[in-house]
């Protein structure tokens, strides 16, 4: 079993559907993501879930730190695709984003905010056409027809006039101002990774 920070456990455990990580280096965001990947929630509304990196060599990184961390997990390469028991993760660039399937869960790992932003400009036009693919599931039809996912966002967070008011601050707005129920927020720096914590040396190079 997986040794798993507080923040970390914080993510796995959530109850609440839309879920933002974020901050600097050596926070143990990716790895929180792994685990929610695997033991998160989302797989309580179904067997597929997805997550979207960068560009084609973080794909693979995260690949072999998924299956480094849970090696029970088999790596499809001509799919993409992590997959343990029931589940299957598929793992995406924006150029190769899997929208023909419905995914209980969607994750986004390695993004700087201004880059999502311009990937997910709405993320409630996102969830509409997820969901239109979530009704022909017939064990979805029993949940809410609106999947869980995970935003994880490098700095410069809410820094500048990515804080201001305008139609590119959803992420600000939803995550930090405006938080409705079912939404959530996690800080995490490299002074939240108890495993770093103790080396001090190690600690200066963040």
């Given at each position: 079993?997986?040794?798993?920070?507080?923040?970390?456990?914080?993510?796995?455990?959530?109850?609440?559907r839309?879920?933002?990580?974020?901050?600097?280096?050596?926070?143990?965001?990716?790895?929180?993501?792994?685990?929610?990947?695997?033991?998160?929630?989302?797989?309580?509304?179904?067997?597929?879930?997805?997550?979207?990196?960068?560009?084609?060599?973080?794909?693979?990184?995260?690949?072999?730190?998924?299956?480094?961390?849970?090696?029970?997990?088999?790596?499809k390469?001509?799919h993409?695709?992590l997959?343990?028991?029931?589940?299957e993760?598929?793992i995406?660039t924006?150029?190769?984003d899997?929208?023909?399937?419905?995914f209980?869960?969607?994750?986004f790992?390695?993004?700087?905010l201004?880059?999502?932003?311009?990937?997910?400009p709405?993320?409630?036009?996102?969830?509409?056409?997820?969901?239109?693919?979530?009704?022909?599931?017939?064990?979805?039809?029993?949940?809410?027809?609106q999947?869980?996912?995970?935003?994880?966002?490098?700095?410069?967070?809410?820094?500048?006039?990515?804080?201001?008011?305008?139609?590119?601050?959803?992420?600000?707005?939803?995550?930090i101002a405006?938080?409705?129920?079912?939404?959530?927020?996690?800080?995490?720096?490299?002074?939240?990774n108890?495993?770093?914590?103790?080396?001090?040396?190690?600690?200066?190079?963040?």
């Open positions: 079993m997986v040794e798993l920070l507080t923040k970390q456990k914080e993510l796995v455990e959530a109850d609440e839309e879920i933002l990580q974020y901050g600097g280096r050596g926070g143990g965001k990716t790895t929180a993501l792994i685990a929610w990947l695997h033991d998160g929630k989302w797989r309580e509304d179904g067997p597929f879930a997805k997550v979207t990196l960068p560009n084609h060599c973080a794909t693979m990184d995260f690949a072999d730190s998924a299956r480094r961390h849970y090696p029970e997990m088999t790596f390469k001509h993409m695709a997959t343990f028991g029931r589940y993760i598929r995406c924006p150029e190769t899997t929208r023909g399937m419905c209980a869960g969607i994750a790992d390695g993004f700087d201004l880059r999502f932003l311009e990937l997910i709405d993320l409630r036009e996102y969830h509409k056409h997820n969901r239109q693919r979530l009704r022909h599931s017939q064990r979805a039809q029993r949940k809410r027809l999947a869980r996912v995970v935003i994880t966002v490098n700095p410069p967070l809410f820094s500048g006039h990515v804080k201001n008011k305008n139609e590119f601050n959803w992420v600000f707005d939803r995550f405006n938080p409705p129920k079912d939404v959530r927020a996690i800080s995490t720096t490299v002074a939240d108890e495993f770093l914590a103790i080396d001090a040396r190690y600690m200066q190079m963040f």
